[in-house]
């Protein structure tokens, strides 16, 4: 099988430089990497054997220009530009997917993820992978809901079948278009979580979505999603109230990294316009 990695990256060239070193450790290499960027600062120094690629800003219009150049592959490894994928990633992610025709999906174990705190630096990153203690059986896995975008692949044959696309009616950062275009794909076969895929999310804070547009993706992307059909309105409506919660609660304190009175400024002005009838994605691109 033919195996493809899509990077989309924006404003992280160090970073990226330490994945695309990381990458040069499979002991099963990708057979293609597809680096997706926006100005040519965002890459810094070319790596050799990395096709790079010019894209429109926005995480789905990049992860779709991926895809067509990915054209050739059986697989598509999408991976965040901070992710630090283990040596035998892409080796268990091809085995699973040979084995198991119905599998359409897969996503890693994160072992760790800087996204839900002040982030990893990458040398912390090589350290928890260093400290991590893979299961015994590789190849375990099970069913789960989405693929998770920080690291998913997709089987190549179904999406060009079904001509599924990553949604740019999401912008920019893209709350959640990674459970919408697995979601889709699952309609068509297993989505599977590999217990032997694992890495290192480092969850860097540049290139990030200002608290503003972040707290009204976080109202308007899950409702936009409910309506399309691809979330149920009762995830839906659980990840809006647990979010509006916590950035309320925590706005008097919140933590350095987060922006949470905007993030909560964000919540109000998309219930607003959820009430008002004119609740869309892309009003962020207007804040």
């Known amino acids: 099988m033919k195996l493809g990695i899509g990077i989309a990256t924006r404003g992280r ?3 990226l430089a330490e994945v695309l070193r990381e990458l040069a450790r499979q002991t099963m290499p990708a057979d293609r990497i597809i680096v997706c960027h926006v100005t040519p600062e965002d890459v810094g120094e070319p790596v050799a054997g990395v096709e790079y690629l010019t894209g429109p ?3 789905p219009r990049q992860r779709n220009a991926i895809m067509d150049r990915a054209a050739d592959c059986d697989i598509l490894l999408f991976l965040d530009d901070d992710f630090l994928a283990a040596p035998d990633y892409c080796a268990v992610t091809e ?3 040979a084995a198991r025709p119905d599998v359409v999906v897969t996503t890693g174990t994160v072992i760790a ?3 839900n705190g002040p982030g990893f630096s990458v040398a912390e990153g ?3 992978l260093a400290a991590d203690a893979p299961p015994a059986d590789r190849m375990a896995a099970r069913p789960h809901f989405n693929g998770y975008g920080c690291n998913m692949a997709f089987r190549m044959a179904v999406v060009r079948a079904q001509g599924i696309r990553v949604d740019e009616a999401l912008p920019a950062y893209a709350w959640y278009e990674d459970l919408d275009v697995t979601r889709l794909l699952g309609r068509h076969g297993a989505i599977l979580r590999l217990e032997g895929a694992r890495g290192v999310h480092l969850g860097a804070k540049v ?3 200002p608290g503003l547009r972040l707290g009204y993706s976080q109202i308007a992307n899950p409702v936009y ?3 399309k059909g691809t979330y149920p309105w009762n995830r ?3 990840s809006m109230a647990r979010h509006w919660a916590m950035n309320l609660a925590r706005s008097p304190f919140p933590e350095p990294w987060a922006d949470r009175w905007g993030r909560f400024r964000g919540n109000m002005l998309a219930l607003a316009d959820l009430a008002r009838g004119r609740l869309r994605p892309g009003r962020i691109e207007e804040l």
Do not use: E, T
Request: hydrophobic share 55%.
């Open 126 to 128: 090589r350290g928890l």
């Open 236 to 238: 839906a409506l659980r």
């Open 225 to 227: 999603l409910a309506r």
């Open 57 to 59: 800003a926005g995480l």
């Open 113 to 115: 993820d800087g996204a």
């Open 13 to 15: 060239p160090a970073i």
């Open 95 to 97: 085995a699973v997917f």
């Open 207 to 209: 290139g990030r979505s």
